[in-house]
C-alpha cells in the first residue's frame, strides 16, 4: 500500500487524469461524468489496497482543497443569472432542499442513540451535503469538528448513496419517458444566445472561453489566498460564526467586482481541485470503515436521500413540474452543478443545462448555511 504523500498525489491525479481521459473518449462514459469515476476509481485504489484508506493528503484536499476548490467555483457565480434558471428549476431546487433538510432533522431523532452524541453533526453535514454536494459535507465537517472516525464513516456511507442515486435520476427519466418529454410549459424557449451561452458554461468547467493568462493565473491564485486568509482572521474575531460561512459571503461580493468578472480560468481550477477532492473522497470510501461505525451511518444516509426523493417528486409532481426537471434539480441538490450538468447531458436536456448549473452554484453557496442551521438545531435538541 502507497503511503508516502507524494506518491498519494501522483495517484489521485493520475485517477483524475484516467477519469477525464475515459469520459473524452467514450461517450457512454461522457455521460456519467469524470467525477463520479474518479470516486469510482478512488473507491477501487483504496478497497483493493493501492491507496490507504487515510492520508494527510485527504485531510489537505478535505481542507485547503476544498476552501480553494470554493473560491475559484462560486467566482463564476452571478447573483443575477440565479433568475436563468426560471421558476420550476428554483422551485424544484428549493423543494429538494428542504425535503434534505427534513430527511436529516428525521433520521438523527431516530437513529440519535445509535450514533451517539455526534448524531447532530452528521444532521448538518448531510443537510449541506445534499442541498449543494459533496464540498459542503468538507465544508460542515471541518467546521463542526467531527471525529475522524465518525467522518469517514459518514463520508463512505454518502458517497455509497450518492452514486446510487444518481444512477437512479439516470433512469427515472426514462421510466417516465412519456411524461418526461413534455418539457414544462414555464420554460421557455432557448433562443441562439441561450444556447451559445449555455455552450459556454457548460464548457466553463473544463475548458475556457478565452485564453487564460499568467495574470488570469496570478489574480486567481492571490484571490484565492486571500479570501482564505481573511476568512481565517475574521473568524478569529467572530468565532461563533465558521469560516466557510465567511468565505462564501466574501466570494459572492468578489463575484460582483467586474475586474473579477473577467478573469478566465477560475472554473477550470476550481473543478479539478474538486475531482481531487472528490477522487481522495472515493478513496476514503473503505467499506470495512462503515462496517465498524456499524450500519446506523449508512441507514442515515439512506433515509435523508429517500426522504428528499419523495419530496421533491412528490411535491414537484403536485406543482406540475416535469420529471426531467426535477432530476436535475435534485442531482444539483445532492450531487452539485457538475453532476447536475452531467445528467441534463446525458438524457438530452440542453435546454436545462443552463438552470442546473446555476441552481447546482446556488447550492453550494446556501448549503453551508442551511448545514448549519439544521446542525445547531439538533445539537440543542439533541444534547
Known amino acids: 500500500m502507497i503511503d508516502s504523500t507524494v506518491a498519494v498525489f501522483f495517484i489521485l491525479a493520475a485517477i483524475v487524469l484516467l477519469s477525464i481521459w475515459l469520459t473524452n473518449e467514450y461517450k457512454p462514459l461522457k455521460k456519467i461524468g469524470a467525477a463520479l469515476i474518479g470516486i469510482l476509481l478512488g473507491m477501487l485504489a483504496s478497497n483493493i489496497g493501492i491507496l490507504p484508506g487515510k492520508s494527510e ?37 428549493c423543494i429538494g432542499g428542504v425535503g434534505s433538510a427534513v430527511g436529516s432533522i428525521l433520521m438523527a431523532l431516530i437513529l440519535s442513540s445509535s450514533i451517539g452524541e455526534e448524531t447532530w453533526k452528521l444532521s448538518g453535514q448531510y443537510t ?95 484571490i484565492t489566498f486571500g479570501t482564505i486568509w481573511l476568512s481565517e482572521q475574521i473568524e478569529t474575531w467572530f468565532p461563533v460564526i465558521p469560516k466557510i460561512l465567511w468565505l462564501t459571503s466574501i466570494v459572492l461580493v468578489l463575484t460582483q467586482i467586474p475586474f473579477v468578472k473577467k478573469l478566465s480560468g477560475n472554473a477550470m481550477l476550481g473543478n479539478y481541485l474538486l475531482l481531487l477532492f ?14 465498524d461505525m456499524g450500519p446506523a451511518v449508512l441507514y442515515f444516509a439512506l433515509g435523508v436521500i429517500t426522504v428528499h426523493g419523495l419530496t421533491i417528486f412528490g411535491v414537484g409532481r403536485l406543482f406540475r413540474i416535469d420529471m426531467g426537471t426535477l432530476a436535475i434539480a435534485s442531482q444539483a441538490n445532492v450531487g452539485g452543478s457538475s453532476s447536475a450538468m452531467a445528467l441534463a447531458s446525458a438524457r438530452g436536456y440542453g435546454e436545462r443545462i443552463l438552470p442546473g448549473i446555476a441552481v447546482g452554484l446556488l447550492g453550494y453557496a446556501i448549503g453551508n448555511y442551511l448545514g448549519l442551521g439544521v446542525g445547531s438545531l439538533m445539537k440543542f435538541v439533541l444534547l
Open 278 to 291: 472528490l477522487a481522495s473522497n472515493g478513496a476514503k470510501s473503505v467499506f470495512a470503515n462503515i462496517i
Open 128 to 222: 449541506a451535503t445534499y442541498t449543494g454536494g459533496g464540498m459542503n459535507f468538507a465544508a460542515m465537517g471541518q467546521a463542526f469538528n467531527t471525529s475522524s472516525d465518525l467522518w469517514t464513516a459518514a463520508q463512505a456511507a454518502d458517497v455509497s448513496v450518492t452514486i446510487f442515486w444518481f444512477l437512479i435520476l439516470l433512469a427515472v427519466p426514462v421510466i417516465f419517458s412519456s411524461k418526461s418529454k413534455r418539457v414544462n410549459k414555464q420554460f421557455s424557449p432557448t433562443t441562439d444566445a441561450d444556447q451559445k451561452k449555455t455552450f459556454t458554461l457548460e464548457q466553463a468547467l473544463n475548458t475556457s472561453d478565452k485564453p487564460v493568462t499568467i495574470f488570469h493565473i496570478a489574480a486567481l491564485l492571490c
Open 57 to 93: 493528503v485527504y485531510d489537505f484536499l478535505a481542507n485547503s482543497g476544498v476552501s480553494a476548490a470554493v473560491v475559484l467555483i462560486l467566482l463564476s457565480v452571478d447573483i443575477r443569472t440565479i433568475k436563468k434558471a426560471g421558476k420550476p428549476m428554483l422551485l424544484a431546487f
